[in-house]
């Protein structure tokens, strides 16, 4: 199955200059634009180019350790009352469904002849698979970190120095990951010709929001082939954590042209959508620009952009996807916020039923799926069946969740 | 013709290239912007241009990114700025905005215009709007008669440049080098390059901006083209003056020599 990846589908596109609806397009200095324009070409003669799409297939298969298990969470199945499937992106390398998107961009890196790669991260879950693909592919990687978020995940900037990855701290703005994003287009704009900006999710200018979408999309594919071997048929619902939102497009992509196949995505709600401190740009925002695309934005009443909250440094974004921003649009998939305590009451939930310790940003997906099952299987008749994109593992959130249920030993 | 293009012509008229002096609005307070700004006119600088802070500015160095976080920090708003424009303008200069564009989409695009229009405000400067997106922007500014003025880049291409120059109305910018505002040690090799390509594809005065911190830059800068677009330079006086009155003494200085240099075009 990863062998044919990228072979194409008729999931719903953008039009040529990368608009989603209302959504999408380039809003970023000319001085990028012949770089994206060179990407764009990149990647649409990559994703024609059998030879590409086998040598990523092998990549994803043979380093990535993918498809992914479709695995039936029975013990949490009971919990939940609903058929739960977990698509396991959790035991990929390096942890999270990411790594498809970095094997992707640098395969492409390689073929525009470029040596460098630049990256955002928040919490360094990013920032260390691109310093892992760099590595693998012999690019020098420089990732752009908030100060604040050097200091929250040390461990993850150690990861990405062992990697022979260049962390660079930001100082500027809220010293997070939208300052990090910032400070790494300013790199891209000074150092374009080498550089390949490597964005870490399905957002930013086109093609990025697409090509992502297109490296993470056999998530979808595989858990639906996976979804049909398993239980003879498609799940009634397909549920998935949305910060930028790749996970959740990855998982999405297969099942859109199935109407019966209803799609949620969850937000980090923070401390609850109506106190303010949350991550949810769809239920909590509005449309904006941000960092290059048309979309979802939390922000003030003069446009400047609001600080987002979220237990889940990974979902710690005030954009989205401008893809997810058009399915909401059109209805086609639900939003839904999902507090902080919500998801660390899943993520509790997982790790004593199944022996799974989930990440956090997962855990929101997770969480969302405990609230729709008594819904949907009300509105069914009976027992739904729901595949939950685990996009990634918790080793990484150990200290947060130790720390949220007091469960640390105090510091001698 | 704009205003701005008036002041084009009487400088070329000169011999010399037309000075434009950038300032955030509301920095380091909306009166100690207002300040800043009339002082630059005084000491000789042709143009103003108004930079509405905005929280992601990633055109923008590290200078004028502080500067903006000042501002943004002590509460400006976009009708602030309006303010500001109208009492810049006051002092005859002609003043040009410029701003990132989710602050415009967010006031609303007609509003905007309308209201940059009635304070006097010759145009807008977009950074990180590029023709291929404005087709809201292209009517507001046709409806309340404002200049647009898009970037052009040493990256554009050919193609590029030329459609991106037929959109432009008033003058175009031509970025330096390739990078973010924040002056320079050494003016880019890569502008004459970018301005005589300009000049091959409209008649557009073009100013050069990113980099120019110095009257011998100014200069260097003005030997080739109509304007000189100084930013980071102006900025820092105020950022690093102890006092509000050192930075305008410090602003009237800089000024001056910009001012000087913009009339001894090296050729």
Known sequence: ?412 | MSRIGVAFDKARADGRALLVGCMPAGFPTVEGSIAAMTAMVEAGVDVIEVEIPYSDPVMDGPVIQRASDIALAGGVRTADTMRIIEAVAATGAPVVTMTYWNPVERYGVDVFARDLASAGGTGLITPDLIPDEADEWLAASDAHGLDRTFLVSPSSTDARLAMTVQHCRGFVYATAVMGVTGARARTSDAAPTLVSRARAVTDLPIGVGLGVGTGAQAGTVAGYADGVIVGSALVRCVLDAPTEADGLAALRTLSAELAEGVRNPTR
């Open chain 1, 1 to 412: 199955m990863s062998a044919d990846a990228l072979a194409p589908v008729a999931g719903p596109q953008p039009d040529s200059a990368g608009h989603f609806g209302r959504f999408g397009g380039r809003f970023v200095p000319e001085a990028l634009v012949a770089a994206l324009d060179e990407l764009d070409g990149a990647w649409r003669t990559a994703m024609a180019d059998e030879s590409f799409r086998a040598e990523f297939g092998a990549l994803l298969r043979d380093y990535a350790g993918t498809p992914s298990l479709l695995y039936e969470a029975r013990r949490f199945s009971a919990k939940v009352g609903a058929r739960v499937l977990l698509k396991r992106e959790d035991l990929n390398h390096t942890g999270a469904h990411k790594v498809r998107n970095v094997l992707g961009q640098a395969l492409l890196t390689k073929r525009m002849g470029k040596t460098r790669v630049i990256a955002e991260t928040g919490a360094g879950q990013h920032g260390v698979a691109t310093a892992t693909a760099a590595a693998l592919f012999d690019l020098e990687c420089v990732v752009y970190m908030g100060q604040v978020d050097t200091e929250r995940q040390a461990l993850n900037v150690a990861r990405m120095r062992m990697l022979g990855a260049t962390v660079v701290p930001v100082t500027n703005g809220s010293r997070t990951l939208k300052d990090a994003m910032n400070e790494a287009m300013r790199d891209w704009v000074a150092n374009v010709d080498e550089t390949h900006y490597l964005i870490g999710t399905a957002a930013g200018p086109h093609p990025f929001p697409a090509m992502v979408r297109d490296f993470v999309r056999g998530i979808g594919d595989e858990a639906r082939q996976q979804c049909l071997d398993l239980t003879g048929g498609l799940p009634d619902a397909v549920t998935a954590c949305v910060g930028g939102g790749s996970n959740a497009l990855g998982i999405f992509h297969a099942f859109v042209g199935d109407e019966a196949v209803r799609l949620y995505g969850f937000e980090a709600g923070g401390d609850g959508v109506s106190t303010g401190r949350h991550a949810a740009s769809i239920t909590g925002g509005s449309a904006g620009v941000l960092h290059g695309t048309r979309t979802f934005v939390l922000q003030d009443a003069d446009g400047q952009t609001l600080e987002s909250h979220s237990i889940s440094a990974g979902l710690d974004y005030p954009g989205v996807g401008p893809e997810h921003a058009w399915l909401h649009d059109t209805g086609r998939a639900n939003y839904l916020p999902v507090t902080d305590d919500e998801a660390m009451a899943a993520f509790e939930l997982l790790c004593r039923t199944e022996g799974i310790i989930p990440a956090i940003e997962s855990a929101h997906a997770l969480a969302g799926t405990v609230a729709l099952a008594p819904k949907l299987a009300a509105e069914l008749g009976r027992e739904p069946t729901i595949v939950v994109n685990l996009s990634g593992r918790g080793d990484k959130d150990v200290h947060t969740a130790g720390d949220y249920f007091g469960i640390l030993d105090k510091e001698r």
